[in-house]
């Protein structure tokens, strides 16, 4: 009895809430509000990536006495000081400038750096691979590169 009066009450006022022009400004609020919280929240995501990516890779060039390990911070730096720790020439970061190729052959240069930074700090070089992999590539490499900035190892790892 109870169910009936709360639908006839439900269905005699649904024509009212959806006649009433503020439900369009609310629902029109409610989904803005949303996506601008998915913004924020990808903006907020995206910045603590670039922070970690950045502080381990500087961590890693104090850790090989780099002399500036600050350029992990400045974008384009940032690829010539792991070309640098990797052995190969600053230069090489201006492969940015050849659409698809170049962008091919620099990451190929990068992976073989890593390949070498990696074991510089005594750590498997196939770590590097981790980058090729699809869909958990990129957690992988950011795990990679904590263990490999924030953990020390007294041996090589052998497998």
Avoid: C
Avoid at 10 to 24: E, F, G, K, M
Avoid at 66 to 95: C, D, E, M, N, Y
């Amino acid at each position: 009895m109870a169910f009936e009066i709360v639908g006839k009450v439900i269905a005699d006022n649904t024509q009212v809430i959806i006649d009433n022009p503020l439900t369009d400004i609310m629902i029109g609020g409610i989904i803005g509000g949303l996506i601008a919280l998915g913004i924020i929240t990808i903006i907020f995501l995206l910045i603590s990536l670039y922070v970690y990516h950045s502080f381990s890779w500087m961590v890693i060039a104090r850790k090989l006495k780099h002399k500036h390990p600050w350029l992990s911070w400045i974008p384009f730096a940032s690829t010539a000081l792991r070309l640098q720790l990797g052995g190969f020439h600053w230069a090489w970061v201006f492969l940015y400038l050849l659409p698809i190729v170049g962008w091919i052959a620099l990451f190929v240069l990068l992976i073989i750096s890593y390949w070498r930074v990696f074991e510089k700090r005594k750590y498997p070089g196939w770590f590097s691979l981790s980058m090729i992999i699809p869909k958990i590539g990129l957690v992988l490499y950011l795990t990679a590169i904590g263990f490999v900035a924030f953990k020390d190892r007294k041996k090589r790892l052998k497998l």
